[in-house]
């Protein structure tokens, strides 16, 4: 028995939307919290865009395309061009397989959970408590790469991740937000400051990954319009939706 190209087609269409069921099944217990927020149809369609990153990144099997996806909720889209996880970036080789790649990938995500999210997410929950009673009104007004009082705020806020990414990562960083201010005409001081927290803790690319844009962007609109309480509250909330469960 022979299929004709359009069953073909349809056989293919099928397995797909098989394989999106799966991921979002698995999402769904991975991060209970975070789908809600997103709205479920509306996170599938990210996940189809992120099948995409993933295929451009090299990544085409199931398991490494799944694990991709993984990475980039956790870290953010394009999380390879993030300074602040140089250390999860994979060489590029074509002597080496997708499969070998995606268990390098594998190893470096198990030592980032290990060392910066903690066990049961014992770093990560903390870093949600210190950002919620943070004092939005007392944050560093000077945005120089040698403010030492704005790295202090971001290691005092998540020692794990500052220290993962290390001082020189956290510079590129302040120059990115820089780059992000001149853009979107930020000039507040006190808006600059919080934009450098919410990019060390959402991740450098949140202006380009589906995963966080969603949300975040308008959340921040929000907070530099009104430095109300209650506008830092749903930024720690969204922050909170990463938690990952089982972990």
């Known amino acids: 028995m022979e299929f004709s190209n359009s069953q073909v087609d349809v056989l293919k269409k099928l397995s797909f939307a098989n394989y999106l069921n799966e991921i979002m099944q698995h999402y769904e217990i991975m991060f209970p919290l975070l789908i809600p927020l ?19 990144s090299g990544y085409t099997q199931r398991g490494p395309v799944r694990l991709y996806l993984d990475m980039m909720i956790i870290f953010g889209s394009h999380f390879e061009q993030d300074p602040l996880f140089k250390k999860l970036k994979v060489e590029e080789d074509k002597n080496v397989s997708q499969i070998e790649k995606s268990v390098t990938l594998y190893t470096l995500l198990g030592k980032y959970l290990k060392t910066v999210y903690g066990l049961s997410g014992l770093y990560f929950k ?12 007392t944050l560093p ?7 030492n009082e704005l790295h202090e705020l971001l290691r005092g806020i998540y020692p794990q991740r500052y220290d993962f990414a290390t001082s020189d990562s956290i510079d590129e960083l302040i120059t990115l937000s820089d780059e992000y201010c001149r853009r979107h ?8 400051s919080y934009l450098i927290l919410v990019m060390f803790l959402f991740g450098c690319s949140f202006g380009q990954g589906s995963f966080r844009d969603r949300f975040i962007k308008g959340l921040l609109i929000k907070y530099f319009n009104n430095k109300d309480v209650s506008n830092h509250c749903a930024i720690v909330s969204h922050y909170a939706s990463f938690q990952i469960n089982n972990m």
């Not at 005409?185 to 600059?192: E, H, I, M, S, Y």
């Open 38 to 56: 997103l709205k479920k149809e509306c996170f599938r369609s990210f996940v189809e865009q992120g099948i995409v990153l993933a295929k451009e």
């Open 126 to 137: 903390e870093s949600i408590r210190v950002f919620q009673r943070l004092n939005i009104k």
């Open 185 to 192: 005409g930020l000039k507040n001081q006190n808006n600059k």
């Open 141 to 147: 007004v000077g945005i120089n790469v040698s403010n």
